[in-house]
C-alpha cells in the first residue's frame, strides 16, 4: 500500500523514500572526498546510503566517456555533450527504484556538470540543457566553492582532457550562470572537516523533508 508521504508499506516495515543529493563544483575543490564522508555519515545515523558518481565510466557509454577524457579518442564537442547526458539516462530508472525504496544517493557530478563543461567550450547553455530534461532532479545541490587558482593549488591537475586552469575558469563562469538559490553554496577552502561539518547539517535536513513526502520531481526547474 502506498502512503502519500512517498513511503510504501511492506509487511509492517514502513519505507520512506531517499534524498537525491548532488555535489558540485571545479576540479579539486573536493567533491569525491565529501561523498565518501558523507556515505560514511549517513550510515552512521542509521540512514541507508549510496555513493554514485558521474561519469559511470562502467558502462559501454562510460567506456567512451573514459577513452575521451583521458585522450585517447577524439570527439566532436556536441557528440560528446550528448554522450555525457546519455550516460545518465542508461542510470534514471535505477536512480528512481533505489530512491523509491529508501536509498539516500550521494551523486559525485550530475547534469550541471555536463553544462558546465560543455558550455565553457561555447556551446550554448539553453542547448546543452536540453537532453538533461527528464532526468531525476536533485533534492539538494551542494556547490564546493573555491577559485580556480587555490584548486590548482591542490596537489596539481592530472592529465585529462579538461584539468587546465585557464579551462577550469571558464568552467567556473558557466556554474555561476547555472547557480540558482536553492543550491547551497560551501566554501571549499575551508578545512575538510568543517566543510564535511556544514554539508552534514543540510543533508540531514534534506534528508528528512525527503522521508516527509517531498515529491521527486524531474530537470530543469525553471
Ligand atoms: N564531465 C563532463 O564534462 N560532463 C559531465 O556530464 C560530467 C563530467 C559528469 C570527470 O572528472 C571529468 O568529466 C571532469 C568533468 C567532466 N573533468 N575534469 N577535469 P572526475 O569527476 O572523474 O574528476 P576527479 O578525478 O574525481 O577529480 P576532481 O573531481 O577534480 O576532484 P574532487 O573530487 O573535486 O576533489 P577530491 O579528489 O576530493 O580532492 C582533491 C584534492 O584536494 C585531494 O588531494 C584532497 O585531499 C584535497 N582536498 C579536498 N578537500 C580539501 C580541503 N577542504 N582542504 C584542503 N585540501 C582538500
Ligand atoms: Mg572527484
Not at 513511503?7 to 509492517?12: A, D, H, P, R
Not at 540512514?47 to 566517456?65: C, K, S, Y
Not at 540558482?180 to 568543517?194: M, R
Amino acid at each position: 500500500m502506498a502512503s502519500n508521504l512517498n513511503c510504501s508499506i511492506e509487511g509492517n516495515k514502513k519505507e520512506c523514500r531517499g534524498a537525491l543529493i548532488v555535489l558540485e563544483g571545479l576540479d579539486r575543490s573536493g567533491k569525491s572526498s565529501q561523498c565518501s564522508r558523507l556515505v560514511s555519515y549517513l550510515e552512521g545515523q542509521g540512514i541507508h546510503a549510496e555513493l554514485w558518481r558521474f561519469p559511470d565510466r562502467t558502462t559501454n557509454v562510460g567506456q567512451m566517456l573514459s577513452a575521451y577524457l583521458t585522450n585517447a579518442s577524439q570527439l566532436d564537442d556536441h557528440t560528446i555533450h550528448l554522450l555525457f547526458s546519455a550516460n545518465r539516462w542508461e542510470k534514471r530508472s535505477l536512480m528512481e527504484n533505489k530512491l523509491k525504496t529508501g536509498t539516500t544517493l550521494i551523486v559525485d557530478r550530475y547534469s550541471y556538470s555536463g553544462v558546465a563543461f560543455s558550455a565553457a567550450k561555447g556551446l550554448d547553455i539553453q542547448w546543452c540543457k536540453a537532453p538533461e530534461i527528464g532526468l531525476l532532479a536533485p533534492d539538494l545541490v551542494a556547490y564546493l566553492d573555491i577559485s580556480p587558482e587555490k584548486a590548482a593549488e591542490r596537489g596539481g591537475y592530472g592529465n585529462e582532457r579538461y584539468e587546465k586552469l585557464e579551462f577550469q575558469k571558464k568552467v567556473a563562469e558557466s556554474y555561476r550562470a547555472l547557480h540558482d538559490v536553492s543550491w547551497k553554496v560551501v566554501d571549499a577552502c575551508q578545512p575538510i572537516e568543517d566543510v564535511e561539518k556544514e554539508l552534514q547539517e543540510v543533508v540531514v535536513d534534506c534528508v528528512t523533508e525527503c522521508h516527509k513526502g517531498k515529491p521527486i520531481s524531474t530537470l530543469w526547474y525553471q
